[in-house]
């Protein structure tokens, strides 16, 4: 155990070492108190077996690798999963960015990377185009990630047939046999009802077409990011101990009938900041009442905002790269023109990740 700092003591309303803000209490801290523990946190055997679990779902694209999943600084739910997968990845000469539903400055940002740098030693970016490793809740960046880069997405809800049937047991023979019938139905009903698939964020997709995966909480927007990409996608849930993987240049196709095609998001209006229209808008309000559109990620929307025809792979050796709408007209799942919708809430699962 440290010593308490000199000056410290329990009166009301004054801080343990006499300092004005956290923040000056965060400054104020030395390394000693981090003495007694290994590298990047977690022991040496959690980061092997964490490892291990990587590169099985590397091997098998979509299937759900179970592994020791460890208590950490935080309660289970907020992204305790994707920290163990980023820990047991990062090494000293490694650049670490974290994204919090497109933010960089979220307090859950801030401090998972605070304690990547004071733990591992590592450099952390804001910028997209710097990092190694991306750890992220709810969002794909905008710009084009390339082969060096690993992206790790933070999982509530791993099992997407969970929304049909609740029993896991059952849904691992349903994963086992292929048999996706139920989710079919799932997407039927929805037409029917509302004459598209009314599925927000955490939209089902098929991996290399065999396994049925859970994109994670994120947007419509960002599936079509996932197929045939460059870069490595792991999804960790720390809560259910899976994690599961898409490598580069896999297949993944949304589950979609053929006369119902699979469309994301459409905007009308264009970011207030930068004026980006290809870009995954939030709609805001002012204190006058007026709604407003603004870029989610807000790394590329600064960069917009100095260069507006600012490519989404400016950063890449190649130039047009279709990642997302906007960016070319390959994808044609998002660039359908039917008649628009108004999309409800976003699904997270009920829960933070």
């Given at each position: 155990m440290t010593e308490r700092p000199s000056g410290a003591n329990n009166e009301a309303g004054t801080d343990m070492t006499g300092a004005a803000t956290v923040g000056e209490v965060l400054d104020g801290l030395s390394d000693d108190g981090l003495e007694g523990y290994t590298y990047a946190y977690l022991d040496e055997h959690t980061k092997r077996e964490v490892r291990r679990a990587v590169l099985k779902a590397v091997a098998i694209p979509g299937h759900q690798v179970p592994f020791a999943s460890r208590p950490m600084p935080l309660a289970r739910g907020w992204g305790t999963g994707g920290i163990q997968t980023s820990l047991s990845l990062l090494g000293p000469a490694e650049t670490f960015k974290v994204i919090d539903q497109g933010a960089d400055d979220s307090v859950n940002a801030a401090n998972i990377r605070r304690l990547a740098a004071r733990t591992a030693d590592v450099e952390t970016t804001t910028d997209t185009t710097a990092a190694d490793v991306i750890q992220t809740r709810h969002r794909i960046p905008e710009e084009v990630l390339g082969a060096d880069q690993v992206l790790v997405l933070q999982v509530p809800i791993t099992d997407p047939l969970r929304t049909v049937d609740p029993s896991d047991a059952a849904n691992r023979r349903r994963h086992a046999h292929a048999n996706y019938g139920k989710i079919w139905v799932r997407l039927y009903e929805s037409i029917v009802e509302h004459g598209e698939v009314q599925i927000a964020a955490r939209y089902p997709v098929m991996v290399a077409g065999?396994?049925?995966?859970?994109?994670?909480?994120?947007?419509?927007?960002?599936?079509?990011?996932?197929?045939?990409?460059?870069?490595?996608?792991?999804?960790?849930?720390?809560?259910?101990?899976?994690?599961?993987?898409?490598?580069?240049?896999?297949?993944?196709?949304?589950?979609?009938?053929?006369?119902?095609?699979?469309?994301?998001?459409?905007?009308?209006?264009?970011?207030?900041?930068?004026?980006?229209?290809?870009?995954?808008?939030?709609?805001?309000?002012?204190?006058?009442?007026?709604?407003?559109?603004?870029?989610?990620?807000?790394?590329?929307?600064?960069?917009?905002?100095?260069?507006?025809?600012?490519?989404?792979?400016?950063?890449?050796?190649?130039?047009?790269?279709?990642?997302?709408?906007?960016?070319?007209?390959?994808?044609?799942?998002?660039?359908?023109?039917?008649?628009?919708?108004?999309?409800?809430?976003?699904?997270?699962?009920?829960d933070r990740t």
């Open positions: 065999r396994y049925l995966m859970d994109p994670s909480p994120i947007p419509r927007w960002d599936v079509p990011k996932l197929d045939n990409a460059e870069n490595l996608f792991l999804f960790a849930a720390g809560r259910e101990a899976r994690i599961y993987a898409v490598p580069p240049h896999t297949d993944v196709q949304p589950l979609a009938f053929e006369d119902r095609p699979f469309r994301v998001e459409r905007f009308d209006g264009a970011c207030r900041a930068c004026g980006a229209t290809d870009t995954y808008l939030t709609e805001i309000e002012t204190e006058d009442g007026e709604r407003l559109f603004v870029c989610n990620d807000t790394s590329f929307c600064e960069k917009r905002q100095e260069e507006p025809a600012l490519p989404k792979d400016h950063h890449l050796d190649r130039s047009g790269v279709d990642w997302g709408p906007g960016t070319g007209t390959s994808v044609e799942m998002a660039t359908d023109t039917g008649p628009a919708t108004d999309d409800p809430a976003p699904d997270t699962g009920g």
